[in-house]
């Protein structure tokens, strides 16, 4: 009875209740991705092989990745400055 109500609302407002919009979509994806994270997050700390090797991986990136992709950020910012006249 109440699905009858809210589909005969829905309908007299000219939509479907079963219309998925983009924005809604995207929003329900965000949802799931977020508790998805957050799940695998939680199971990472909480077990101790898992959370080495997550603390290895954290450290190897800020230590190797990230100061090389810094440098030739600055590296390429100075090369396009050589280049600009003002």
Same mark, same amino acid.
């Given at each position: 009875?109440?699905?009858?109500? #809210?589909?005969?609302?829905? %309908?007299?407002? %000219?939509?479907?209740? *079963? *219309?998925?919009? *983009? ?8 949802? &799931? ?5 957050? %799940? $695998?997050?939680?199971?990472? $700390? ?10 290895? &991986?954290?450290?190897?990136? #800020?230590? %190797? ?20 006249? $003002?």
């Amino acid at each position: 009875m109440r699905n009858d109500v #809210l589909c005969r609302a829905a %309908g007299a407002r %000219g939509q479907s209740r *079963d *219309d998925m919009t *983009d924005q809604r979509a995207e929003q329900v994806a965000n949802v &799931l991705l977020t508790v998805a994270a957050a %799940g $695998i997050a939680a199971y990472v $700390i909480k077990t101790p092989p898992l959370r080495r090797m997550a603390w290895r &991986l954290a450290v190897a990136a #800020l230590t %190797g990745a990230l100061p090389s992709w810094f440098g030739r950020e600055v590296r390429d910012a100075w090369r396009e400055s050589a280049h600009r006249t $003002i």
